[in-house]
């Protein structure tokens, strides 16, 4: 039965130059499903097929701007059409930046403007053409970003905060264990070695347990080296996360090693794991060497 809940649409346009690629790509990663550069004619035809598609995609993200050349001409009514449909919420997205920004980021990329043959290769004529052609659509607006004097991460920023309920959704965050005896996570941002702490292998009881097991956890814990470890290491995250998302990383790879990848680094990976589920992140936790050496 076809989902009846509104699929979100989100219309980013704007200068060409503005930094619409960068807002595509931060769109991407909190979960919108984006395409770029496609003719206004087909959006709703393109809409309607994303509707229909057994994922049944909830976040839609389409740019569309003069790069479409005479396809562009219809764009308002296009977008006004789109916006009256019962079952869609459609917004628009402006993106603005003064024109001598526009024409540095030009030079300093020595990227060519959409209409810079039409215009003989005279960028000034290009955007005034532009912002001429954009006005209507400029006006209808329902979010605008001038990103004239801003940085890429100030804009990634600016994103996350109107787009996302919870800013913290937007960084990814992997807790994982390994065993040093098969090699170092090598994907890893943090890497945290535990075999400082009690062994719960020479003990034979616990041998063919996993750190996934209260009795091994209740183990590991139960040092005061270890719940001191513990402690240190939830503080120096509590520092360091809101810096990460902060900056506009959208994942972070936090990797526990002991000796063979089954109980201290486990231990840990599950306890931090929760930990920051806790605090509202969202966390996938992985264990590579779980299953090696099985006994």
């Not at 690629?21 to 550069?37: F, T």
């Not at 098969?182 to 996993?210: K, M, Q, W």
């Not at 040092?223 to 509590?238: A, C, G, N, W, Y």
């Not at 264990?287 to 099985?294: V, Y």
């Amino acid at each position: 039965m076809q989902d009846e809940t509104k699929m979100q649409v989100l219309l980013v346009t704007g200068m060409s130059g503005s930094g619409k690629s960068s807002v595509m790509d931060v769109l991407e990663d909190i979960g919108y499903y984006c395409i770029d550069n496609l003719p206004p004619q087909l959006i709703e035809r393109f809409v309607k097929i994303c509707r229909e598609s057994e994922n049944h995609l909830q976040k839609l993200a389409i740019a569309a701007d003069l790069r479409s050349g005479d396809m562009f001409g219809n764009a308002y009514a296009e977008f006004v059409a789109l916006k009256k449909h019962e079952n869609l919420e459609v917004k628009v997205l402006y993106i603005e930046a003064e024109d001598e920004v526009i024409i540095n980021r030009y030079k300093e990329t020595r990227r060519k403007h959409p209409l810079d043959e039409q215009f003989g290769g005279c960028l000034h004529n290009a955007i005034a053409y532009e912002r001429e052609q954009l006005l209507p659509i400029k006006g209808m607006a329902d979010y605008y970003i001038e990103t004239s004097y801003i940085s890429v991460s100030q804009l990634k920023k600016q994103i996350r905060e109107i787009f996302l309920d919870n800013t913290t959704d937007f960084l990814s965050i992997k807790v994982t264990s390994f065993g040093f005896k098969y090699g170092v996570s090598t994907e890893s941002d943090l890497v945290f070695d535990v075999r400082c702490l009690p062994n719960p292998y020479y003990i034979e009881s616990l041998r063919a347990h996993t750190g996934c097991e209260a009795c091994v956890q209740d183990y590991v814990m139960s040092f005061e080296q270890s719940r001191v470890l513990m402690q240190k290491i939830e503080d120096l995250l509590d520092f360091l996360i809101p810096l990460y998302i902060q900056e506009g990383k959208s994942r972070l790879v936090i990797a526990f090693g002991c000796t063979g990848g089954k109980h201290r680094s486990i231990t840990f990976t599950e306890k931090i794991g929760d930990y920051l589920i806790a605090k509202g992140m969202h966390v996938i936790k992985q264990h590579r060497d779980i299953g090696k050496d099985r006994l």
